[in-house]
C-alpha cells in the first residue's frame, strides 16, 4: 500500500510540476518564484519616498507605467498563489511526509498544515494594496517578508524532489524485484509443466507398449493353449472313447471344454487386417458373442465410413475396445440385447470424427468415469478392463465415455478424430 501511494503521489507531482500556467492550468511553485522574481526587478526600478525623488519624477509617465506594470504583476502573483492552494499540487506539498518520523509512521495522507503558502498569499495581498496606494515603503517592507517566504517555499520544494526522487528509486528497487519474482515463478510454472508434459508423454509411451506387449502375450499364449492343451485334451478325449466308447457323460463333457478353449484361444488373436477389413472384424466378433453367450448382438456400422486414416496397430486398438466392452456385457450386464454402432460425423468446429458406441439393456452400473471421461478417485479392481480401454482410447487419440444407470443399461462411447 505503501508503494502504491508513493507512485500516484509521485506520478500527480511530476504532472502537477510539469503544468503550464499559460494554458489554465495550475501554477507550480518554480512558476510562483518566477513571478516574483520579475516582480522584485520591477520594485527595484521605482524609487521610494525615502530616497527625496522629487515629486515630479514620482508622477512623471515613465514611473506611473512601473507602477502600473507592478500593480499588474503583483496581481497576476496573488492570483496565481490563489490556484496553486486550490491545485492538487498544494494537497501534494501537505501530504508529502517531509520528516522522518512521518515517514516511518507511513502517514503518506495525512494531511498537516502548509502555512508558508497562506502566509505568502496574505502578504502578496498586502503587497498588492501598498503598491495600489503608491507606498512604495511599505511595499519593499512587505516584499522583503515574502523573499523569505520564497527563500522558504523553494527549500519545501526542494525536499518534495528529493522525496519523489527517492519514492522512484524504492518504486525501481521495488519492479525489479517484482519482475525477478514474476520470473522465477514462470520459470517454476515452465518447468512444473515441461515435467508434467514429460511425465504424461512417457505414461503414453510406456501404456503404448504395454498394450502391444499385452497383445503380443495374448497371441503367444494363444498359440500355447492351441498347440498344447488343446491337442493333449483331445487326445485325452479319444484314450477316454477308447476306454469308454459308451461316456455319454464325459465325452459331452470333455468336448465343450474343448470349444470353450478355443474359442478363448480364438478371442486372443487379433484379426489379421491386411486381410479383413475392421467393419468385417467387428461384425465378425458380434456374431460369435451372439453364438457364445446366446445374447442377441447385432452391428450397425455405416457402409461409407472410411477408416482408411487408421493403421493396423489403430485398427487392433479399437477392436479390442469392442472386445472388452462385450466381454463386460456378458459377465456383469445381465443383458437380453447388445449393438455396435460406428458411424462418421462432423463436430460444430467441422473436424471429422469417427463415433463407435458399445450398448446393452442390462442392469448398468456406476462408471468409474466422470462426466469428462476422466477417471475417479474410487475406483476398484473390478474397473480394470474399462481402464484398459481407456489407456487404448489415448493410443487412438480419442475420447472414451461411460453412460450408465443402475437398471438403465449401459453405453460405452469412443470418438475418435479422424485428423489423428
Not at 476398484?380 to 487404448?392: A, F, L, Q
Request: hydrophobic share 40%; charged share 25%; aromatic share 6%.
Amino acid at each position: 500500500m505503501r508503494l502504491v501511494s508513493y507512485v500516484l503521489l509521485a506520478a500527480l507531482f511530476i504532472s502537477s510540476c510539469t503544468s503550464n500556467t499559460d494554458h489554465g492550468r495550475s501554477p507550480s511553485i518554480k512558476d510562483i518564484v518566477n513571478q516574483w522574481t520579475d516582480i522584485d526587478r520591477l520594485l527595484a526600478d521605482i524609487p521610494s519616498e525615502s530616497e527625496n525623488i522629487p515629486v515630479t519624477d514620482l508622477t512623471d509617465t515613465a514611473h506611473l507605467t512601473n507602477v502600473a506594470l507592478l500593480l499588474e504583476a503583483s496581481n497576476r502573483f496573488y492570483q496565481s498563489l490563489q490556484k496553486f492552494q486550490e491545485s492538487d499540487l498544494y494537497r501534494i506539498y501537505r501530504a508529502i511526509p517531509f520528516s522522518l518520523k512521518a515517514k516511518r509512521s507511513f502517514l503518506i495522507y495525512s494531511v498537516k498544515d502548509f502555512p508558508e503558502v497562506g502566509i505568502v498569499s496574505d502578504l502578496a495581498l498586502m503587497f498588492r494594496d501598498a503598491v495600489a496606494l503608491n507606498d512604495m515603503d511599505k511595499a519593499r517592507e512587505v516584499s522583503a517578508e515574502i523573499h523569505r517566504r520564497i527563500i522558504s517555499l523553494l527549500v519545501i520544494d526542494g525536499e518534495a524532489q528529493r522525496y519523489i526522487n527517492s519514492s522512484y528509486i524504492d518504486l525501481l528497487i521495488a519492479l525489479v524485484f517484482f519482475i525477478m519474482v514474476i520470473m522465477l515463478f514462470i520459470l517454476f510454472l515452465h518447468r512444473s509443466l515441461t515435467t508434467s508434459i514429460k511425465r504424461e508423454a512417457e505414461g503414453a509411451i510406456f501404456s503404448h507398449a504395454y498394450m502391444l506387449a499385452q497383445d503380443e502375450e495374448r497371441a503367444r499364449i494363444s498359440r500355447e493353449l492351441h498347440d498344447t492343451v488343446i491337442q493333449d485334451m483331445r487326445c485325452l478325449l479319444l484314450e477316454t472313447e477308447k476306454i469308454n466308447p459308451r461316456g455319454e457323460e464325459t465325452t459331452p463333457k470333455m468336448a465343450d471344454l474343448i470349444r470353450k478353449t478355443r474359442d478363448i484361444c480364438n478371442s486372443l488373436i487379433p484379426p489379421d487386417f491386411r486381410f479383413s477389413e475392421l467393419p468385417d472384424a467387428l461384425r465378425q466378433l458380434c456374431h460369435d458373442f451372439a453364438e457364445r453367450t446366446g445374447i442377441e448382438c447385432r452391428a450397425e456400422i455405416d457402409p461409407l465410413i472410411k477408416l482408411d486414416f487408421l493403421i493396423m496397430e489403430k485398427k487392433l486398438q479399437v477392436y479390442r475396445i469392442v472386445q472388452e466392452a462385450l466381454t463386460n456385457i456378458e459377465k456383469h450386464a445381465e443383458a437380453k440385447e447388445a449393438i455396435v454402432t460406428m458411424r462418421s460425423a462432423k463436430t460444430a468446429t467441422g473436424d471429422v470424427v469417427i463415433y463407435l458406441g458399445i450398448g446393452d439393456d442390462g442392469k448398468g452400473f456406476t462408471s468409474p468415469l466422470d462426466n469428462s471421461g476422466q477417471i475417479k478417485s474410487d475406483i476398484n479392481k473390478s474397473n480394470i478392463g474399462i481402464i484398459s480401454m481407456k489407456e487404448r482410447a489415448a493410443i487412438l487419440g480419442g475420447r472414451l465415455k461411460i453412460v450408465s444407470e443402475i437398471g438403465e443399461g449401459a453405453l460405452v462411447c469412443l470418438e475418435i478424430p479422424c485428423s489423428f
